[in-house]
Structures are given as structure tokens and as C-alpha cells.
């Protein structure tokens, strides 16, 4: 059924009439357009897996070694399942929010569902947890309304290219300078251009090791991107004094998160007192936390993921960015399946990759190639479940120090320098006893 307004004796009434049964078009003879979906349930699996190398920042340079994940699979009526990946501590507002909101509804009205939401969250606000569980549910729904439109998400989000610049992010304040020659050599084998290395906890092995990437990227281009992340580890003032000394020796492309994510204030200081572009927004969590920096003029280079209320909070951002003609950034994620997003933003400017591959858990249909990564045709994001794979991995508890961030903030953060201690070294070695 759908509803018409017609107009009559200069007034205006509804009217109801069936709306024609659809034809698939490309050929599909015979085949009609699903005219009803339904979303039936939701299953999590927390699984964990091994990483290719130790991963730490400025806040955990011991790094670490495990990552959990929460595999999250929406299933319909019509067979589809929308899949995404999720932080293990959401795992009961998932099925919380699942059971109360989305069971019954068409999973390809995706930005209503959305509303409905985050409508449900507005008293508490929709940050923190119930943002990562909100998160997770739209990609899932974004999946499903790709494959069931059956084409790749970044068609059904409107982009007509496939491909976006790529850089490599080692989060690899842990590994030896040997290591981080090894690791941006491999990345430069295929294409890359620019990097991103984590500094922030001694600026002589920073500038050392800023000086190592950039000799590994070179076999591309004789000016790589040099992009460096703080990880909020430095005070406003500690930023501009260390940014000034490396901005002596290299042409850095843009500081990450130089201080506090809430700190738009300070974050504006730095922009203006140095060269080097001042990016951030990663750890924000929706439009609204936004405001300020806009406002503010806080930072040079916007950083949008799929993480800020799923990919509709995603796209909300980058519009607004859009809209102050402030470049934007979109972050590392699984099997790299963020490159659809990128790919609809015209103001995007690299994305971030880790690794090339994808582990046993899950596939990808995005690949690296010459730098660039490149979405592929597969229905929906991208990313399958080897559920083989899966119930080997799965978990009953994630493991102690396998998030992101095991240690939160380390001691002296904004305060002095504290290189890296015995321990954290011997950590990250892999000889501590």
C-alpha cells in the first residue's frame, strides 16, 4: 500500500492504492523487487585472534599482542544477514536494543531505524557504550540493504568510484626500529606513499624513527606523507614545543591528536602555532560533539569512522564537515571495509589501513592495490564470516590487555616526558619475565 494526495476543489485529501509489483531490472526477467523484509534477530560471537605484530601507542608502549572482537550477525525473514564487528563490553545492549527496536522492521529503512535509536537513547545520551552498540546494529543494517539491493555498499551510498588513497598506520610504538623499517618497507612494496607513526614519549627516538618510515616510503615518492599520532598524550603546550623541533628536521602532513579530544580550545592553540595540519575527532562519538571544533576552528583535518553512531553518524559528520570545507579522514577498521565510506565523501582525503590482509576469522573483499584501496563487487560491505574459523576463536571472556586501549592513559601524560620504562620495553620485546 502506499498513500497519494491528490487535489480536488482546491483542497488536498490521501488516498490509498497498491503500489505495483517491481521489476528487477538487468535482465532478471521473472524476479520481483522484495517488497518486505524483516528483521528476525541478532547473534554475537566473542571470538579472539592472534595479531600479525604487537600494536601500542604513546598510552600502552608495551603493546599487545591479542584483539577481541564481537562478531555481530542480523539475521532477516529472507535469509540475508547484515554482519558487523563490535566491542565485546556491548554485547547486551546489542541484543537489548535488537529486541526492543529493530525485530519486525525493514532492515533497508536504515537511517530510520537509526532515529529510532538514538531517539530511544535521548535521555542518557547516545555516547559511550550505547554508541559503540548503535554503531555495530547500522552497519549491520547498512550490510543487509546493500546485499539486498545486491551491490557493493559504497553504490548504495551513492559513490561512483571504487578506490581511495590509502596510507599505513603500524600503531607500532612497540616494535624496534628494525621492525619499523620491516613493517613500512612491506607497506611500500604495495604502493603506499604515506605512513603514520606513533610518537609522544621521547622525542629523540620519535625524530629517529619519523626519519626510518620516511626512508622505507621513498621508494615511491620522493616527498611521502608523513602523518604522526600523539594519542592526546601531550598538553597543549608540550605540543607546539615538540612539534616546532620536528618540524626543523621533516615536513610532517599532520599531527594526530596532539592533546585531549575534548581540549578543542587547546587543540586550536596548536593549529595556529604550528605548520603541520592538526587532525582529530577520532574518539568522538556523535555530530554534536562536533559542534565545538567547528566553532572553534580546532583542527585542520576532520577524522570520521563508522564507530560515531554507525555509518549514518559517519556520513552526518562528514557532511558537516563538508560543509566548513574541512578535509576529512576516515580510520582503520576490519578488513579495511571503511574504504566504502571514504569512497562517497569528495572531500576524503587518505584512509587508514593497517594490514593488507585480513585474519582467519573474517574475509574481505577490499584489497590494496598500488596504494589505493579498492571496495570490490561483493554485496554489502564486504566482510564474511568464516564460521569454521569463528567457533575455533570464539571466547568465553576476552582476555585481559586484548582491547585497544589495555592501560588507559599512562602515567605523566600531559604532564613530562617519561620514556618508556624498563618493564614497557622488556613488554614489548616479548623478554619480560
Not at 584483539?67 to 535469509?79: F, G, I, K, Q
Not at 587547546?266 to 565545538?292: H, M, Q, W, Y
Request: charged letters at 25%.
Amino acid at each position: 500500500m502506499m498513500l497519494c494526495r491528490w487535489r480536488a476543489a482546491g483542497k488536498y485529501r490521501l488516498v490509498t492504492q497498491e503500489a505495483p509489483e517491481a521489476k528487477l531490472s538487468g535482465g532478471q526477467s521473472g524476479n520481483t523487487v522484495r517488497q518486505r523484509m524483516k528483521i528476525t534477530g541478532v547473534k554475537t560471537t566473542l571470538f579472539e585472534s592472534t595479531m600479525s605484530r604487537k600494536h601500542g601507542d604513546a598510552n600502552s608502549p608495551g603493546g599487545r599482542t591479542k584483539a577481541s572482537h564481537l562478531a555481530v550477525e542480523l539475521s532477516t525473514d529472507d535469509e540475508l544477514i547484515g554482519v558487523s564487528l563490535a566491542s565485546p563490553t556491548v554485547r547486551p545492549l546489542i541484543a537489548s536494543i535488537c529486541d526492543g527496536i529493530l525485530v519486525g522492521e525493514d532492515p533497508r529503512g536504515v537511517k530510520g531505524l537509526w532515529q529510532r535509536m538514538v531517539d530511544r537513547a535521548f535521555k542518557g545520551g547516545h555516547d559511550g557504550l550505547i554508541n559503540d552498540a548503535i554503531s555495530a546494529l547500522d552497519i549491520a543494517l547498512w550490510d543487509l540493504k546493500a546485499k539486498a539491493n545486491g551491490e557493493p555498499l559504497y553504490r548504495t551510498l551513492g559513490a561512483s568510484n571504487n578506490r581511495v588513497l590509502a596510507y599505513a598506520s603500524g600503531l607500532d610504538m612497540p616494535l624496534s626500529d628494525k621492525e619499523l623499517s620491516d613493517y613500512y618497507s612491506e607497506m611500500a612494496r604495495h604502493g603506499y606513499q604515506g605512513g603514520k607513526l606513533k610518537v609522544g614519549l621521547d622525542q629523540d627516538a620519535d625524530i629517529r624513527r619519523i626519519g626510518i618510515m620516511q626512508d622505507a616510503l621513498s621508494r615511491n615518492s620522493s616527498r611521502p606523507m608523513l602523518l604522526i599520532d600523539a594519542n592526546e598524550y601531550w598538553s597543549p603546550k608540550q605540543a607546539i614545543r615538540k612539534m616546532r623541533e620536528i618540524e626543523e628536521i621533516y615536513d610532517i602532513t599532520w599531527i594526530e591528536e596532539p592533546a585531549r579530544r575534548w581540549d578543542y580550545l587547546g587543540l586550536g592553540r596548536i593549529k595556529r602555532s604550528i605548520r603541520s595540519a592538526v587532525c582529530a575527532g577520532e574518539n568522538l562519538d556523535t555530530l554534536g560533539d562536533f559542534l565545538p571544533y567547528f566553532a572553534a576552528e580546532a583542527a585542520d583535518i576532520i577524522q570520521v569512522g563508522a564507530g560515531m553512531t554507525g555509518i549514518t553518524g559517519a556520513l552526518q559528520i562528514a557532511d558537516a564537515a563538508y560543509g566548513f570545507e574541512y578535509p576529512v579522514t576516515v580510520g582503520g577498521s576490519p578488513g579495511n571495509f571503511q574504504a566504502h565510506l571514504a569512497a562517497v565523501m569528495p572531500h576524503h582525503m587518505t584512509l587508514e589501513t593497517q594490514d593488507v590482509t585480513s585474519g582467519p576469522v573474517f574475509t574481505t573483499a577490499v584489497t590494496i592495490q598500488d596504494g589505493w584501496a579498492v571496495c570490490g563487487d561483493k554485496p554489502g560491505t564486504g566482510i564474511e564470516f568464516n564460521h569454521e574459523e569463528l567457533k575455533k576463536h570464539a571466547v568465553e571472556k576476552a582476555s585481559p590487555g586484548s582491547g585497544p586501549s589495555p592501560l588507559g592513559r599512562r602515567k605523566g601524560a600531559g604532564l613530562y616526558d617519561f620514556p618508556p620504562t624498563p618493564e614497557e620495553v622488556a613488554m614489548a620485546r616479548g623478554t619480560r619475565k
